[in-house]
């Protein structure tokens, strides 16, 4: 292991604005105040709690940058970053400031988390900093509530306590601090919309520290403010907040994962808290092996990595979102895939535009339409940690009327359609269709029933994989449908044929992705013109 690295020449984050001032005797304090604390753990335990560089570098950025008033001008404090770089011993130290050196009457720092056993890793560190602290005055001062998870600072009448998202309940709080740990887990965005929303209104400067690690949803808080650091962090920059500061230490998309020179870029500690010889080890031992690779990925060059086991490169998907023209598509034949789910979940449908026979090099065009029963959609976005809302809002997700699906609105959409579209057949998973079945094929419709099994699957998931990668399908970018093929992951049987499977989280939806591709199945065999390859296992006419 390396020797401790210190900061050799500070100099403000760019990030200042010109009317702040830069404080040396504020900075000093507070960097001299961490440094007094001990280290609690390893080889290091007892000894004092010296920064290394990027470390002191915040701390001089976050306590030493004021504003003309002499507050804080940073409020919001981001800082992702691999795993093992002394994320939680930082987080421990700052609880401890903003608790016993603020000089705030009645401080309120809160530690939060996504559950109370992560929730209490940075207040044990900070209890036992105080338990180990060589000054007894200091250790007379804080009172330990252990079976409360309380830090108690007695000159103040300050607090320092734990809340989780499992056990959180909503009541009033008047926040000078919020340490969150691993916001990529958090369930919902519930505790971090009431500890950073107005929350502080009243404190002259509170400060809302947030390190995490990178996640694997894309559709969580935890992302939600990792794409507003690296908005910031943009050169130039898509977003501008005086208030909020960012730091990422992570691999870029092309960045090689098995290079030691980017493990060294990503990973600030590497030499003093991560021994280069673990990374290596860890690497090798990924290396081949998709699920340890992705976790490598995200622990330790902190990349968000959507499924362990995806199956579409969303990049190659991503690039055949070019815009549908429907009115171009009007009168044209397609094919129809529905998916009804349950009458509580989403339902899909999905319509698929094959090139004309005739012509060559031509795209294949997706149209997806989603529905859910408008009194679940508040319950899904908990569920799901997807904006629901948002989507029922801009007009990708429509709603019916109370909490059960009501199929009728739906059979109204397909005949509507219908009248635009020439809809050749509609494909459908029967399991809870067999009564919209029934009434699609009294309407007139080609209404097949489409077996959901790796035999029927395959075909057309591998001619979709196919038409992906060589830019010949068009999606139009419908965010639901990108959702679910970021959540889809297969399953193959002896003989190589695969069928779609949900992720490991159980809100992963992939109903649109079924849709998809029972849809597509249809146009591929009207397109070659030939009879039914799969030996009349891929439909059952209803």
Not at 526 to 542: A, H, I, K, M
Request: charged share 25%.
């Amino acid at each position: 292991m390396e020797e401790m690295r210190t900061l050799a020449g500070y100099q403000p984050t760019r990030f200042m604005l010109p009317t702040s001032r830069y404080c040396k005797e504020a900075a000093d304090f507070a960097v001299n105040f961490i440094e007094s604390l001990p280290h609690t753990k390893g080889k290091w335990k007892g000894t004092p709690f010296k920064l290394i560089d990027w470390q002191e570098q915040l701390v001089r950025d976050v306590f030493g940058i004021l504003t003309p008033e002499g507050t804080r001008q940073f409020v919001t404090v981001y800082v992702e970053v691999p795993k093992k770089n002394g994320k939680s011993e930082l987080a421990a130290a700052i609880a401890l400031l903003l608790l016993c050196a603020d000089f705030e009457n009645s401080a309120e720092v809160f530690g939060c988390a996504a559950d109370i056993k992560q929730a209490r890793i940075v207040y044990n560190v900070a209890k036992k900093m105080i338990e180990y602290h060589p000054d007894p005055g200091l250790r007379r001062l804080v009172k330990i509530t252990d079976s409360q998870k309380v830090l108690y600072f007695k000159p103040t009448d300050s607090t320092y306590e734990v809340l989780s998202a499992e056990a959180f309940t909503k009541h009033g709080f008047s926040v000078h601090g919020v340490i969150f740990d691993e916001l990529h887990a958090q369930p919902n965005r519930r505790l971090y919309d009431t500890m950073t929303t107005g929350s502080g209104d009243a404190r002259e400067q509170p400060l809302f520290f947030i390190i995490t690690t990178a996640g694997c949803d894309m559709n969580s808080i935890g992302y939600e403010v990792h794409c507003e650091a690296k908005g910031i962090l943009a050169n130039p920059p898509t977003r501008v907040d005086p208030t909020f500061y960012p730091v990422i230490f992570g691999a870029d998309e092309d960045d090689d994962w098995t290079d030691p020179a980017v493990w060294a870029k990503v990973n600030p500690s590497l030499g003093v808290t991560i021994p280069l010889s673990k990374l290596q080890a860890q690497c090798d031992a990924a290396r081949g092996n998709t699920a340890k690779e992705n976790n490598f990925r995200q622990l330790r060059l902190n990349q968000w990595v959507a499924s362990a086991v995806r199956w579409m490169q969303m990049e190659a998907w991503n690039k055949c979102n070019a815009p549908v023209d429907r009115v171009a598509l009007k009168g044209r034949i397609c094919y129809a895939g529905l998916d009804l789910a349950s009458t509580q979940d989403t339902t899909a449908l999905v319509l698929v535009f094959p090139p004309h026979v005739s012509e060559e090099g031509g795209k294949y065009y997706v149209l997806a339409f989603f529905w859910l029963p408008k009194d679940r959609v508040s319950m899904s976005v908990d569920r799901d940690h997807v904006r629901y809302d948002d989507w029922e809002r801009d007009g990708i997700l429509e709603t019916t009327p109370g909490s059960v699906t009501d199929y009728s609105f739906i059979r109204k959409k397909i005949n509507d359609l219908a009248r635009e579209f020439q809809i050749n057949e509609i494909a459908v998973d029967p399991y809870n269709a067999r009564h919209l079945l029934q009434e699609l094929a009294q309407d007139g419709f080609a209404v097949l029933e489409f077996r959901q099994g790796a035999l029927s699957l395959s075909p057309p998931m591998k001619e979709l994989m196919r038409l992906v990668y060589r830019g010949e399908i068009v999606h139009g970018g419908n965010p639901m449908l990108d959702w679910q093929m970021d959540n889809l992951t297969i399953i193959a049987d002896a003989n190589e044929n695969i069928r779609p499977v949900k992720g490991k989280k159980r809100s992963g939806r992939i109903d649109g992705v079924v849709s998809l591709v029972m849809a597509l199945d249809g146009a591929i065999l009207q397109r070659e013109e030939q009879p039914n390859v799969y030996d009349g296992s891929r439909l059952t006419f209803v």
